[in-house]
């Protein structure tokens, strides 16, 4: 690791790009299990519970999204970029979490 | 389980993390970020593929399609759990300046994907039979 950012304060590694698209694949991966949980939630008529559990899981997917963002805005904003914090990585697989535990309800 | 438990507290006080060791390269950390976020999206794999079994699995037998649906999730849950168990861990080594922790996790996701794969051939073939 001796090739440290150039002169231009640019990364040749392009690290914290790759780090950004890499939370731009997990938001996407999170899309698409919000979108399989609104499916099963109004699968055959729409009741009160799979109402409920559609916004609620349509609300983590927001609450990833901004943990996703607020840490792009991080990287981009400073050179050397800050480590992720714990409670943003906690925060994230917490929304993970809670869409497994509503898709258990919903399969049950 | 005492060593368990202070990683739990670590997930939620980053200024506990940043105290130990020197800071390091930035690049080690954000390596350590994406493995971070490839664990997670190995989660959320798994979380998708629960939902998947319970959708487009419709003609098998109840107690099956839910039972697999929810060995999927549960899989999903502990993959997420230690994805940032193991991110504290690495970056706290990495920040001490000690080996990165090994860890027999991915052999055993392996197993518990490969037999669930089984699983599901065995029942869907036995749902057409029936």
């Known amino acids: ?108 | 389980m005492s060593e368990f438990v202070r990683n739990i507290r670590l997930w939620f006080a980053p200024e506990r993390v940043r105290e130990e060791g020197g800071t390091p390269d930035y690049r080690f950390s954000l390596a350590n970020e994406r493995t971070f976020l490839a664990w997670l999206r190995t989660a959320l794999a798994l979380i998708g593929g629960g939902f998947a079994v319970d959708q487009f699995l419709p003609d098998l037998r109840w107690a099956a399609r839910v039972g697999l649906a929810l060995a999927l999730l549960a899989a999903g849950v502990l993959c997420s759990l230690r994805a940032v168990n193991h991110w504290v861990r690495c970056e706290r080594a990495i920040r001490r300046g000690e080996d990165l922790p090994a860890s027999r996790f991915p052999a055993m996701l392996s197993l518990v994907v490969a037999v669930v794969a089984v699983a599901m051939v065995v029942v869907v073939l036995v749902g057409w039979e029936g």
């Open chain 1, 1 to 108: 690791m001796t090739a440290g950012p150039g002169p231009a304060g640019r990364d040749p590694g392009l690290q914290p790009e790759r780090t950004r698209l890499a939370w731009r694949r997990t938001t996407l991966s999170a899309a698409v299990v919000a979108v399989l949980a609104v499916k099963t939630a109004l699968h055959g008529g729409a009741s009160g519970t799979g109402v409920v559990l559609c916004a609620v899981c349509c609300g983590l997917w927001l609450g990833f999204l901004r943990v996703a963002h607020h840490r792009i805005r991080t990287l981009s904003a400073g050179s050397p970029p800050p480590a992720l914090t714990p409670r943003h990585a906690t925060t994230a697989v917490l929304c993970a979490v809670a869409m497994a535990a509503c898709a258990a309800v919903l399969v049950v």
